[in-house]
């Protein structure tokens, strides 16, 4: 079993920051990639950018020089800084982590967190 939990959502005036933060505990040998998602009030769930080993990263045309993913994983737990944040950035994000639980196997699984609520008032 693998847990996620995200923190660091809040609210905040146009043009400001937030840094989300992301830990995964529970039965874990390595995680391979992470993402972070967001999901609007109305609108399908979308993937803002993702980090895989190696470090190589992926983010979606809106985020692009606003938004950075970092990951620690010593700690196993991957960041997202958000800066310039605009009104259309406000809603619920939420990591996922695709982790492999043990050496014997090299498959691996993905697992979610519940989300935090980010919400930028104009």
């Known amino acids: 079993q693998v847990h996620l939990e995200e923190s660091g959502g809040g609210l905040v005036q146009a043009g400001g920051s937030l840094r989300l933060s992301c830990v995964a505990s529970?039965?874990?040998?390595?995680?391979?990639?992470r993402r972070w998602y967001r999901q609007a009030p109305g609108k399908q769930r979308e993937l803002v950018a993702s980090i895989i080993t190696g470090n190589s990263t992926m983010y979606t045309d809106s985020v692009k020089g606003r938004f950075t993913i970092s990951r620690d994983n010593t700690k196993n737990t991957v960041y997202l800084q958000m800066h310039s944040l605009k009104p259309e950035d406000t809603a619920v994000y939420s990591c996922s982590a695709d982790v492999r639980p043990s050496s014997v196997s090299p498959l691996t699984y993905p697992w979610w967190g519940p989300g935090t609520q980010v919400t930028v008032s104009s």
């Open positions: 529970g039965s874990i040998f390595s995680i391979s990639a």
